[in-house]
């Protein structure tokens, strides 16, 4: 999910990123001639939800600032709450934001709900729905005739990643004109198996973890916010691909910024 990798994280490179259609959240770091008023009009977000996120008292902002620009609708507002509300079953391919979708409500609805701390959830995991009396519970959906990706070819995988090494960084992005994190790894994979456009957690929730790291596996970070918001694909050697803040390439992952931040490998 750019100009030194270190120096700051958006959450469609390190996070989250959502759908390549709609908006995603991001930190970015403050340039000079920026305002909150550009950033509002190239976010698609009101000047009033960045200063909620980032907890400014005025429309102040200085060079080399860090402000977190949220996902719309991301910072809660005061809703009406309904009676009843339902218990949802989280399954394969589940992110908040498809069951906020789903159910025509907000991730921070959804964690308000559960108490969530972080947009981290795991297959299985019983989600509550509303704010009133539970009255019926949502099945997990039956599973469907997709080809399983298992049968990836992780030689391939890694060759169709770094085909397209020097990509620019394009929020949002899913072609070799401008990726974000979890969009490259969406075109990666799909030229192999047809998988979904999901977050950096969607895809951390489908996927099983791996006890020894191998070339062609997924790797995850906890960057901007708590749980996976970065993620690439192991190359050997101890570097992975991604597409960073400088679009796609290739980096240590003993560098202290991405060892601190290792949550683990998976596939799958």
């Not at 709900?113 to 019983?126: A, T």
């Given at each position: ?80 709450t309904s009676p009843s509300s339902v218990v949802y079953t989280v399954k394969s391919g589940d992110s908040l934001s498809s069951i906020a979708k789903k159910y025509k409500t907000t991730v921070a609805q959804l964690k308000a ?14 989600l509550k729905v509303g704010s009133g009396t539970v009255t019926s519970t949502v099945a997990p959906a039956p599973k469907t005739a997709k080809a399983a990706v298992s049968t990836i070819n992780k030689n391939k995988l890694v ?110």
């Open positions: 999910m750019k100009k030194k990798i270190i120096a700051f994280v958006t959450a469609s490179v390190f996070g989250t990123s959502l759908y390549s259609t709609t908006a995603m959240a991001a930190t970015i770091k403050v340039k000079s001639g920026d305002t909150l008023s550009k950033y509002s009009k190239q976010y698609n977000i009101s000047v009033s939800e960045i200063k909620t996120a980032n907890k400014l008292s005025n429309d102040r902002i200085y060079i080399g600032q860090n402000l977190y620009i949220p996902e719309k609708g991301q910072v809660a507002a005061k809703t009406s709900w559960n108490g969530l701390k972080s947009d981290l959830i795991k297959i299985g995991q019983k060759q169709d990643a770094k085909a397209v090494i020097g990509s620019p960084y394009k929020w949002g992005g899913t072609t070799p004109s401008g990726f974000d994190c979890s969009g490259y790894i969406y075109y990666v994979v799909n030229k192999q198996k047809s998988v979904s456009r999901l977050t950096v957690a969607g895809y951390w929730n489908m996927m099983k973890p791996v006890s020894t790291l191998s070339v062609g596996d997924f790797v995850y970070y906890e960057t901007y916010k708590e749980g996976p918001s970065h993620m690439g694909i192991y190359v050997g050697n101890g570097k992975f691909i991604h597409a960073g803040s400088s679009g796609v390439q290739i980096s240590e992952m003993n560098l202290s910024y991405w060892k601190s931040r290792y949550l683990g490998a998976r596939q799958f």
